[in-house]
C-alpha cells in the first residue's frame, strides 16, 4: 500500500498539562515521507485547553463541542474531518509514544493490512506498572470481545488504532458510542466485515488517576453490555 497521509485524530477534555507536549510530539514524529494531518476535537474543556487550541497554526484542523459528549463522540467528529489514507487515534495524555506510529506503518506498507491495533501487552517498549486491576480489566474486556468477533487479540482497549482512511470513513457515521464505547463498538464492526487486522506491541506510559486518567470502574462495567451490544444486537455494515 502506498501511504501519502496518515491522519492523527486527537480527542482532548481538560488536557491543558499536556496538550501541547502531546503535540510536539505528533509533529516531531518522522514518518519518512507521510505526510501527517493533525486533527484535534475538544470534547468542551473548561480548563483553559480550548483556548490553547484557539491560537493554534492553521495546519491543524479544529474542532469544538460545545458541550462535553464524551471521548467516543469526538473520535467520531475527528474521524469525519480527517483525509489521510490512514487514520490513527491519539489521546493527549502523554500514555501514548506517537514513535510507534512507525512500527504499525509496516503491516500497511508490507501486507496490505486494513487496521493494526498497538498492543500494551507485547513488544519490548517502556510500559508503566500501575494499577493490577485495570490490566485484569482490559484482558478481561479483551478476552470477552474475542469470543464474539472470532479475533486473538491481546489488548481490545488500546488507544492505539490505526485504519485505513476509506474504511473507517465509511464506518464513522454507524459510531453511536458515546463516553468510552469506541472501542468494543468499532471491532465489533471491524469483525463484521472480516478485514484483515494486526497487532503490534507499543510502549505505555500509563497515568493514575491523580494525574488526571478519565476512566473509571463504572466504564469498565458498562463496557460488558457493550461488547455484547455490539456484537449481537448491532446491525451488520457493508463487507470491506
Known amino acids: 500500500m502506498k501511504i501519502k497521509r496518515l491522519s492523527v485524530v486527537i480527542p482532548a477534555y481538560n488536557e491543558i498539562k499536556t496538550i501541547r507536549r502531546i503535540l510536539e510530539e505528533v509533529d516531531g514524529v518522522n514518518l519518512r515521507g507521510v505526510e501527517k494531518e493533525v486533527v484535534i476535537i475538544d470534547d468542551g474543556s473548561s480548563d483553559g485547553t480550548r483556548e490553547v487550541l484557539r491560537k493554534l497554526p492553521k495546519k491543524y484542523v479544529v474542532e469544538f463541542h460545545k458541550e462535553n459528549r464524551g471521548k467516543s463522540a469526538a473520535v ?94 465509511e464506518i464513522a457515521p454507524t459510531l453511536t458510542a458515546t463516553r468510552f464505547g469506541f472501542e468494543p463498538e468499532v471491532t465489533a464492526k471491524l469483525s463484521k466485515r472480516k478485514v484483515k487486522l494486526y497487532e503490534v506491541g507499543i510502549s505505555y506510559y500509563g497515568r493514575t488517576i491523580e494525574e488526571g486518567k478519565h476512566i473509571r470502574f463504572r466504564d469498565g462495567l458498562k463496557a460488558i453490555w457493550e461488547i455484547i451490544k455490539y456484537n449481537k444486537f448491532s446491525k451488520t455494515t457493508k463487507k470491506t
Open 76 to 169: 467520531k467528529t475527528g474521524l469525519l474531518k480527517t483525509t489521510g489514507d490512514l487514520v490513527i487515534v491519539q489521546d493527549a495524555d502523554l500514555e501514548y509514544d506517537p514513535n510507534d506510529y512507525l512500527k504499525m506503518l509496516k503491516p500497511f506498507e508490507r501486507a496490505e493490512a486494513d487496521v493494526v491495533y498497538g498492543s500494551r501487552f507485547k513488544g519490548e517498549g517502556p510500559h508503566r506498572m500501575i494499577y493490577f486491576s485495570n490490566m485484569i480489566a482490559n484482558k478481561f474486556l479483551t478476552f470477552l470481545s474475542n469470543l464474539f468477533t472470532g479475533y486473538n487479540l491481546s489488548d481490545m482497549e488500546t488507544c492505539y488504532k490505526m485504519f485505513r482512511g476509506d474504511l473507517i470513513r
